[in-house]
């Protein structure tokens, strides 16, 4: 569903991300580990289409993002870590206009809607503008979003930057009903934990390279660690090492 070969991005001398290579298949969450500045963002910048890389694809769905993006973006939803929405329109507005882009049917909307308002506790404010939202509520707003179209693939950086614990509760079990529907889910976090449990399969990227990739348990033992070490364990060895060497 999501697929990246050899994905190279520079920036003058410096390499962002050097030959990534990743498949995520339909129904797989993939945690996308890594220290700030070791090509995360970047990463999934290329993957929405945002940002063109210096050299490789990516493909979502089957589509080029670089040479048929608008298909690519069709089957595609993308939750930065700073939610944009457009401050002069209220809730109701706003996932009308994403339901009506993405040709979500309009007796759907009325139905679907409300139930995502009550949802993420935000009936109460449906009817006001986004521009008095906290960051939390537009976060809530964009995810809701999604699970109003359906798409094929979804990107998440940082999805639970600014929620409340049970926002975040809400949001672990709506990742697992989200592959469970068989979308390929592709997350950045620093919340170590969340991706042990939650993710399929994990990778951690240091400097731009992808340095170790597999299901937690493959990670820790390629990282000579014993099965009760911790994600975070692992993480750090593997990262400790790769600055020393």
């Given at each position: ?166 926002s975040i509760r809400r949001f672990k079990n709506l990742l ?49 660690s014993g099965s009760d070490s911790s994600l975070e364990d ?12």
């Amino acid at each position: 569903m999501i697929n990246i070969s050899n994905l190279t991005k520079t920036f003058g001398d410096f390499k962002a991300v050097d030959g990534l290579s990743l498949h995520i298949k339909p129904g797989e969450i993939f945690g996308f580990l890594g220290p700030n500045g070791a090509g995360k963002t970047t990463t999934v910048k290329i993957l929405s289409g945002i940002m063109r890389p210096s050299s490789g694809s990516v493909s979502i769905a089957g589509f080029d993002v670089d040479k048929q993006p608008e298909d690519a973006k069709r089957n595609l939803a993308y939750i930065p870590d700073e939610p944009f929405v457009y401050p002069k329109l209220t809730a109701w507005e706003f996932l009308r206009f994403i339901g009506d882009i993405y040709r979500v049917p309009e007796t759907e909307q009325k139905k679907r809607i409300p139930e995502l308002f009550d949802m993420f506790d935000l009936t109460d404010v449906s009817d006001g503008l986004l521009e008095g939202y906290s960051h939390g509520m537009r976060q809530k707003l964009l995810i809701a979003s999604v699970l109003l179209r359906k798409p094929k693939a979804i990107l998440f950086d940082e999805p639970t930057v600014g929620l409340d614990p049970k926002s975040i509760r809400r949001f672990k079990n709506l990742l697992g009903e989200m592959a469970k529907g068989g979308a390929a889910v592709f997350m950045c976090t620093h919340i170590l934990d969340m991706a042990e449990k939650l993710c399929s399969e994990v990778g951690i990227i240091f400097e731009g390279k992808l340095i170790a990739r597999g299901t937690v348990q493959d990670v820790k033992a390629a990282a000579h660690s014993g099965s009760d070490s911790s994600l975070e364990d692992v993480f750090l060895k593997l990262t400790e090492k790769q600055s020393h060497d």
